[in-house]
T-cell receptor, first 114, second 114 residues
């Protein structure tokens, strides 16, 4: 079975500061990892994804994540937070092969302070 | 290309009633998945349909059902509504339903059960 743990249900940063949202996964098979963002009263928007190959993945809005197999982690970072980054962020995992659904973490709410 | 659309966006029902939610996937996408999002349980997988067949099912009671039409549009139905069914129901589509396909989410239907 696969699972995702997001450390910190709420993270608060100052505008211009580094954003670091943590995600650890558990998977017995090669994982396929995602980060999604959800703004209030909206659905989920894909930020970035990792399948195979380069372990540093760049996404939209200046976000990036690094897949570290040895640490079973896929942390999301952004060098400089902007007010518009305030939202809920979800890490998700699925299998590379087969037709299995996404398994989501509980989410991390990011607040950006002016 | 138009995104995933869900109707209605908001619904208010009373206990014991039934409800039907609709999802239109991105053009060309044959797989549709449904997720329930609640503050307590987070995002949980309900079921996935591919080419009018249910391919995967999550751990939800039989009151939750769905179907997919030949044009890939999908509906989900919840019968005998309970207060705990109040949630945001998200639909997601992907092209072929393979693990490497990205899921694209709709804006969701907010169901309130009184």
């Amino acid at each position: 079975a696969q699972s995702v743990t997001q450390l910190g249900s709420h993270v608060s940063v100052s505008e211009g500061a580094l954003v670091l949202l943590r995600c650890n996964y558990s998977s017995s098979v090669p994982p396929y990892l995602f980060w999604y963002v959800q703004y209030p009263n909206q659905g989920l928007q894909l930020l970035l994804k990792y399948t195979t190959g380069a372990t540093l993945v760049k996404g939209i809005n200046g976000f990036e994540a690094e897949f570290k197999k040895s640490e079973t982690s896929f942390h999301l970072t952004k060098p400089s937070a902007h007010m518009s980054d305030a939202a809920e962020y979800f890490c998700a995992v699925t299998r590379l092969s087969g037709n299995t659904p996404l398994v989501f973490g509980k989410g991390t709410r990011l607040s950006v302070i002016a | 290309k138009a995104g995933v659309t869900q109707t209605p966006r908001y619904l208010i029902k009373t206990r014991g009633q039934q409800v039907t939610l609709s999802c239109s996937p991105i053009s060309g996408h044959r797989s549709v998945s449904w997720y329930q999002q609640t503050p307590g349980q987070g995002l949980q997988f309900l079921f996935e349909y591919f080419s009018e067949t249910q391919r995967n099912k999550g751990n939800f009671p039989g009151r939750f059902s769905g179907r997919q039409f030949s044009n890939s549009r999908s509906e989900m139905n919840v019968s005998t509504l309970e207060l705990g069914d109040s949630a945001l129901y998200l639909c997601a589509s992907r092209r072929e339903g393979q693990g490497t396909d990205t899921q694209y989410f709709g804006p969701g239907t907010r169901l309130t059960v009184l």
